[in-house]
């Protein structure tokens, strides 16, 4: 059986066949780049691909970051719709009569003057606990 000789297109020496890994459809069966110069291809290709991995993570990461920080954003919006529910006149005279048993809901909505002051001890208490946490 003859030793059949291809020249390899990448590095341009000629190899035996079996130095080429078989490809369906080329010269003598196999393909026109060598089993070496494949193998630094690909050693290239994953290296090329282990940085384009990694700009993508960071790139993944740096989109998250945002996502996480429109997420906080969204809420803080919601929890500030709530403290401002939380802060309704029906809230505010239920504290009241809480502290003040013998006031009634009539008399208290009466004073506006008193769910107001109220209103802001209630957010200066807030703000102050808030302000505890951190
Ligand atoms: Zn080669």
Redesign the pocket.
């Known amino acids: 059986m003859e030793i059949k000789y291809k020249k ?6 000629e ?1 035996e066949v079996s ?1 080429f890994h078989k490809m369906k459809g080329c010269k003598y069966g196999v393909r026109n ?6 193998k ?1 291809y690909q050693k290239e290709y994953q290296k090329e691909n282990a940085d384009r991995l990694k700009e993508y993570q960071k790139e993944y990461r740096k989109e998250n970051a945002d996502r996480l920080k429109e997420y906080r954003k969204e809420y803080q919006k919601e929890y500030q719709k709530e403290y401002q529910i939380s802060l309704s006149d029906g809230y505010i005279i239920t504290q009241l009569r809480n502290r003040n048993p013998n006031l009634t809901t009539e008399q208290i909505r009466a004073n506006p003057e008193l769910i107001r002051l109220k209103r802001l001890a209630i957010q200066y208490y807030r703000e102050h606990l808030k302000e505890i946490k951190k």
């Open positions: 390899c297109t990448k590095c341009g020496e190899k130095e780049t060598c089993k070496n110069c494949m630094e």
